[in-house]
């Protein structure tokens, strides 16, 4: 699977951003998928994850706490795309975003859970 991370850029405080992510090598659908963020010295963190999309299954979506409510996750299947929606951005949302893959289609936000990560990209949010 490769996975290839694109949309970042520069925008200021409580403006929107949509990031993209192409996958490509797997069947699609049975991947649980995830955006990670990495500021600088900082750890990584998952902040949005979607299961599996399988059809006979409800697609389960989970946030960090620091991005409920402002950023959402979603993923087309006809286009093996995942999509991270990004509201009232904050200065401190300015990172690296990574997408990332766990074969077991969950919705973890547990980084070991994650098998595959993609190149990022850069957001950064001025004030």
């Known amino acids: 699977v490769q996975l290839q991370a694109s949309g970042g850029g520069s925008v200021q405080v409580g403006e929107s951003l949509m990031l993209s992510c192409a996958a490509s090598?797997?069947?699609?659908?049975?991947?649980?998928l995830g955006w990670v963020r990495q500021a600088p010295g900082k750890e990584r963190e998952i902040v949005a994850a979607i299961s599996k999309d399988i059809g006979w299954m409800d697609v389960t979506r989970n946030y960090a706490d620091s991005v409920k409510s402002r950023f959402t996750i979603s993923r087309d299947n006809n286009k093996n795309m995942v999509y991270l929606q990004m509201n009232s951005l904050k200065s401190e949302d300015t990172c690296v975003y990574y997408c990332?893959?766990?074969?077991?289609?969950?919705?973890?936000?547990?980084?070991?859970?994650?098998?595959?990560w993609g190149q990022g990209t850069l957001v950064t949010v001025s004030s």
């Open positions: 990332a893959a766990d074969y077991w289609g969950t919705a973890s936000l547990k980084m070991d859970d994650y098998e595959l």
């Open positions: 090598g797997a069947t699609f659908t049975h991947l649980g």
